[in-house]
């Protein structure tokens, strides 16, 4: 089954830490870029960070300095490290494969089913 799942989200106050991480499943075998989204009730889905298979990195203006994204290619892994949290960043977070390879040929566009944040102030 070719799928991402994350895990990691909870409830903190303002100002602590949480660690987010996705997993791609078995049938993966190649991966492009990785990246969390996050959206909030009644608005779109917006880009937190992303990393391409080089290691090259991007950020939303909004989480730079606090949130840092890292991947582990051996593990199949993606992972959200988030530092400083606000209450502004509670959202559910989304793990995205933009391509993934597979033996049943590349799958683009993967979605997890989102972890939850909440930040209380």
């Known amino acids: 089954q070719v799928q991402v799942v994350e895990s990691g989200g909870g409830l903190v106050q303002a100002g602590g830490s949480l660690r987010l991480s996705c997993a791609a499943s078995?049938?993966?075998?190649?991966?492009?870029?990785m990246g969390w989204y996050r959206q909030t009730p009644g608005k779109q889905r917006e880009l937190v960070a992303t990393?391409?298979?080089?290691?090259?990195?991007n950020y939303a203006d909004s989480v730079k300095g606090r949130f840092t994204i890292s991947r582990d290619n051996a593990k199949k892994m993606v992972y959200l490290q988030m530092n400083s949290l606000k209450p502004d960043d509670t959202a559910v977070y989304y793990c995205?494969?933009?391509?993934?390879?597979?033996?049943?040929?590349?799958?683009?566009?993967?979605w997890g089913q989102g972890t939850q944040v909440t930040v209380s102030s």
């Open positions: 078995a049938g993966i075998f190649t991966i492009g870029a």
């Open positions: 990393i391409d298979a080089t290691g090259y990195t």
């Open positions: 995205n494969i933009d391509r993934a390879g597979t033996n049943k040929g590349p799958f683009y566009d993967l």
